[in-house]
T-cell receptor
Framework: AQSVSQHNHHVILSEAASLELGCNYS??????LFWYVQYPGQHLQLLLK??????LVKGIKGFEAEFIKSKFSFNLRKPSVQWSDTAEYFC????????????FGKGTKLSVKP | DAGITQSPRHKVTETGTPVTLRCHQT?????MYWYRQDPGHGLRLIHY???????DKGEVSDGYSVSRSKTEDFLLTLESATSSQTSVYFC????????????FGSGTRLTVV
């Protein structure tokens, strides 16, 4: 079955630490990949997306993600987190790259200590 | 996001009453979705629509129905609200122009007492 796995349920970091959140998907064909962020009390907002081309994609607020096809992974990174990055992060995959629903991971909650 | 609005933003209702939540889009996207979000469960798909009058069930559709009579509106109805339906409900839209990525509405916080 098509699925998305996020390895960490809750990550706690201090400000200025580097961040990497894991995301793996289950299907080896064409995929569109997304990371969403949900700040406390708000709705999900798009951080970045990958459709094709350069596997290193840059998003808003200094976030980036790398698509590694051989590992079915799309990990999210940020070199130096800030307290304002405290949020929940969701990885999502559109399998087939065409019409169809997004499959979401369960989310990773990030807490950044000031 | 300006292209999608949900109403109401908050609602408190009594057990057994019907409730309708509205999602309105101005993007002319083909696909619309209703999710619920609960602590420990992430996002769960309730129903979705791939066009006017074309809808389908998601993973947690029991107790919910939907209608889409116009491209821009997608209604979610709780036929007889129960306390287990207390949740935050999000609508989302997607289309070819977004690579089928979603744009989410601001959510409706529903409390069933």
């Amino acid at each position: 079955a098509q699925s998305v796995s996020q390895h960490n349920h809750h990550v706690i970091l201090s400000e200025a630490a580097s961040l990497e959140l894991g995301c793996n998907y289950s299907y080896g064909g064409t995929v569109n990949l997304f990371w969403y962020v949900q700040y406390p009390g708000q709705h999900l907002q798009l951080l970045l997306k990958y459709f094709s081309g350069d596997p290193l994609v840059k998003g808003i607020k200094g976030f980036e993600a790398e698509f590694i096809k051989s590992k079915f992974s799309f990990n999210l990174r940020k070199p130096s987190v800030q307290w304002s990055d405290t949020a929940e992060y969701f990885c999502a995959v559109n399998y087939g790259g065409s019409q169809g629903n997004l499959i979401f991971g369960k989310g990773t909650k990030l807490s950044v200590k000031p | 996001d300006a292209g999608i609005t949900q109403s109401p933003r908050h609602k408190v209702t009594e057990t057994g009453t019907p409730v309708t939540l509205r999602c309105h889009q101005t993007e002319n996207h083909r696909y619309m979705y209703w999710y619920r979000q609960d602590p420990g469960h992430g996002l769960r798909l309730i129903h979705y629509s791939y066009g006017v009058k074309d809808t389908d069930k998601g993973e947690v559709s029991d107790g919910y129905s939907v209608s889409r009579s116009k491209t821009e509106d997608f209604l979610l109805t709780l036929e007889s609200a129960t306390s287990s339906q207390t949740s935050v409900y999000f609508c989302a839209i997607s289309g070819h122009s977004t690579g089928y990525g979603y744009t989410f509405g601001s959510g409706t916080r529903l409390t069933v007492v």
